[in-house]
């Protein structure tokens, strides 16, 4: 299997590129992310110290541009060509299959999509044509130089802890998704009950101001119908006034219930209580979700700061500064 040729090079030599230049690449992004943020970051989309993405772009570019790397401008041309196409379309393929954009050049010049930018492209290209004068000869003399049969041992245990890496990885991108959908229905649904009880609330509030409203108004027209009938008819002033004390003590009892019967429904309202339970609930799973222990979603919140999810925005940002803080 490892004779297997592919563009002039035999599977064995392709998958120890792979692995060296996913290592090279993984080291190459931690020191550029160190240099720019001081801090040092574990990049790359698995948890090991690799980035695939690298490995595949080298394979791309010695199948496809091994013919001219003699020609410094093809192979410039051609690096930043095939290094962008591979940017953009694992960049497009990651977000199809996780629902999130993992970096993102939007605010940089002559961008496509957020994916790829005309800044990088150009450095890819001066990369490609230093790795391939530079780096690789060297690299190709020391795949060579190891014994086949210790090379081939070797590599199946890599090969292995390369896929189980994978798999963690994409279950924890899975989880990841799942927790977001969660979280982005519990927040919605405390908005809901929230702003239920708020109207509920409000509304008993505005049945209460009412009674009270009616009750002065009412008050009013019997003191109004009090003066009238004091200045037609002094004589009735006692009997009129005495049905006036009397007025006054019902209504103010009427009153009285009436704002009882209101807090007494506002506190043994079966429907709020409900609501009120549910909302303590909701704030409890949310608090809970918040705080699962996630190593591996800190290593990728750090790794792809500008990770984006447009199905679940706020909560991923939410998220993100949680993890920050700590």
């Known amino acids: 299997m490892w004779d297997i040729s592919i563009f002039g090079y035999s599977l064995y030599e392709l998958f120890w590129f792979f692995t060296i230049y996913s290592v090279l690449g993984w080291c190459s992004e931690v020191i550029f992310c160190t240099v720019n943020t001081g801090q040092l970051v574990n990049r790359g989309f698995l948890n090991g110290p690799v980035c695939p993405i690298y490995g595949f772009g080298m394979l791309i570019v010695l199948c496809v541009l091994g013919p001219v790397q003699d020609h410094l401008t093809l192979l410039f041309v051609g690096g930043a060509l095939l290094t962008s196409a591979l940017e953009l379309g694992a960049g497009y393929a990651l977000k199809k299959l996780f629902h999130t954009q993992w970096w993102d050049y939007s605010d940089k010049p002559f961008n496509l999509g957020g994916y790829i930018c005309l800044s990088f492209s150009l450095l890819w290209g001066l990369l490609i044509v230093m ?87 009412r008050l009013g027209e019997k003191l109004g119908e009090t003066r009238t009938v004091l200045t037609e008819k002094g004589q009735e002033f006692t009997e009129k006034l005495d049905e006036t004390r009397t007025a006054l003590t019902e209504k103010g009892q009427e009153f009285t219930e009436k704002l009882d019967g209101t807090r007494a429904a506002i506190s043994a309202a079966t429907s709020k209580e409900e609501m009120q339970k549910r909302y303590t609930e909701l704030q409890k799973r949310y608090t809970e979700l918040m705080a699962r222990p996630g190593r591996a979603r800190r290593r990728l919140f750090s790794a792809f700061p500008d990770m984006k999810n447009p199905l679940h925005s706020n909560v991923l940002e939410e998220l993100k500064e949680k993890y920050r803080r700590k």
């Open 131 to 217: 790795v391939m004068k530079v780096i690789h000869p060297p690299i190709a003399q020391l795949v060579a130089m190891v014994p086949r049969m210790i090379g081939e041992i070797v590599a199946i245990p890599v090969f292995l802890i390369f896929v189980a890496d994978l798999a963690v990885t994409v279950r924890t991108v899975a989880k990841l998704n799942r927790d977001l959908g969660e979280l982005e229905k519990v927040t919605d649904t405390l908005h809901h009950v929230s702003d239920a009880l708020s109207t509920a609330l409000g509304e008993k509030s505005l049945e209460a101001a009412a009674a009270v409203g009616d009750a002065g108004q």
